[in-house]
């Protein structure tokens, strides 16, 4: 009933820019803080950069501060991460995943806990 939907993946070369789209659906983002994760195969699940349901709250892996970028459309009640510079160690399944916070405080670093999550949507980044 409470769902995410990841799009926007795919294959780009390196140095190139891609935008996921996190869409919600059953629940307002108005609510829920939002995580985008990666994991690559083999490795362990990492976070990558989150929002709070107010939008005043973002944070960012050191591994992709000043390449990315997380933001959110009310309206469409989808959170989005632009992906810019990309490396071919961003190479992942990136998910997004939502915790509930009336306040709109919340900004998920960790996903252990979360438990409304996205199916996932591939990113490659390749010559």
């Known amino acids: 009933q409470l769902q995410l939907v990841e799009s926007g993946g795919g294959l780009v070369q390196p140095g190139g820019s891609l935008r996921l789209s996190c869409a919600a659906s059953?629940?307002?983002?108005?609510?829920?803080?939002i995580g985008w994760f990666r994991q690559a195969p083999g490795k362990e699940r990492e976070g990558v950069s989150c929002?709070?349901?107010?939008?005043?709250?973002?944070n960012y892996a050191d591994s992709v501060k000043g390449r990315f970028a997380i933001s959110r459309d009310k309206a469409e009640n989808t959170v989005y991460l632009q992906m810019n510079s990309l490396k071919p160690e961003d190479t992942a399944v990136y998910y997004c995943?939502?915790?509930?916070?009336?306040?709109?405080?919340?900004?998920?670093?960790?996903?252990?806990?979360?438990?409304?999550w996205g199916q996932g949507t591939l990113i490659t980044v390749s010559s």
């Open positions: 059953g629940f307002s983002l108005d609510y829920y803080g």
């Open positions: 929002i709070s349901g107010s939008g005043r709250t973002t």
């Open positions: 995943a939502a915790v509930y916070d009336v306040f709109g405080r919340s900004c998920p670093r960790d996903g252990r806990n979360l438990k409304i």
